[in-house]
């Protein structure tokens, strides 16, 4: 096949790859966002690769993603399966190298009934 030229995916494509495989685990509540969900929330946006973080060499990818987990998850479990979960759909969706992913988790969901009940 001839070289018809470059192909270059951006790094919000995998940021959005990346959040949207995140959620996709049971035990993810959210992905946490700093200043730009913000904005995104006042301006009625959905944004996707909220709470996600994206560098990309001429070898490597590397992915950081912030997550609220639902109370009482195993957490370790959850962060690996998000891990699992984006390496297989940015490999699969971009043949990008990911080299690293690094999950942070910045907080956790408690059920309203569970929060009523101390009250």
């Known amino acids: ?3 018809l030229g470059n ?3 951006s790094n919000e494509v995998v940021a959005i790859i ?3 495989s995140s959620t996709e685990i049971e ?3 959210a992905m946490s966002g700093g200043i730009t969900e913000g904005i995104s929330t006042i301006l009625g946006k959905k944004n996707f690769s909220k709470g996600v973080k994206v560098e990309t060499n001429e070898n490597e ?3 950081d993603v912030n997550l609220i ?3 009482g998850v195993k957490i370790p479990e959850i962060a690996a399966k998000v891990q699992q979960n984006i390496m297989s759909a940015v490999t699969n969706m971009t043949g990008l190298e990911v080299a690293e992913i690094n999950v942070y988790v910045q907080g956790i969901n ?3 009934e569970e929060t009523k ?3």
């Open 27 to 29: 035990g993810v509540y």
């Open 69 to 71: 987990v639902d109370y």
């Open 1 to 3: 096949m001839a070289d």
């Open 18 to 20: 990346s959040g949207i």
């Open 7 to 9: 192909i270059k995916i």
């Open 117 to 119: 009940e101390e009250e």
């Open 61 to 63: 990818t590397k992915i």
């Open 110 to 112: 408690i059920p309203k």
